[in-house]
């Protein structure tokens, strides 16, 4: 049973940085491409980030791109989000969200009805 958890999350200044990670604590054996999704207070859930099972694609939200960074380790069942040049508008929950295999076009990585696994989520707030 795959079961993701978030953390990493935390309260940080404008510019400054941190680093989400995603572990399946269930420790499956499925190859899983996983996503970071975030939720800002009152709106829907938007998608950050994308990586596949072995790393090859990855996909970014234009919001984000430059200043994130996805990767993952698998021998640690784990993926990571690294932040930098944090804004107050990227202040949200993230989480973490994975579906077994690989989705049937580039463009489902940014899709929420294709993952399966959700993590409970983490609070990030960049204090301007």
């Known amino acids: 049973q795959v079961q993701l958890v978030e953390s990493g999350g935390g309260l940080v200044q404008t510019g400054g940085s941190l680093r989400l990670s995603c572990v399946d604590s269930g420790r499956t054996s499925s190859r899983l491409a996983v996503a970071w999704f975030r939720q800002r207070s009152g709106k829907e859930r938007d998608f950050v980030a994308a990586?596949?099972?072995?790393?090859?694609?990855?996909k970014y939200g234009d919001s984000v791109k430059g200043r994130f960074t996805c990767s993952r380790d698998n021998s640690k069942n784990a993926v990571y989000l690294e932040m930098s040049s944090l804004k107050p508008e990227d202040s949200a929950v993230y989480y973490c969200?994975?579906?077994?295999?690989?989705?049937?076009?580039?463009?489902?990585?940014?899709?929420?009805?294709?993952?399966?696994?959700w993590g409970p989520g983490t609070q990030v707030t960049v204090s301007s």
């Open positions: 969200a994975a579906v077994a295999g690989e989705p049937n076009y580039a463009s489902d990585y940014a899709e929420k009805r294709i993952y399966e696994y």
């Open positions: 990586i596949s099972w072995t790393g090859n694609t990855k």
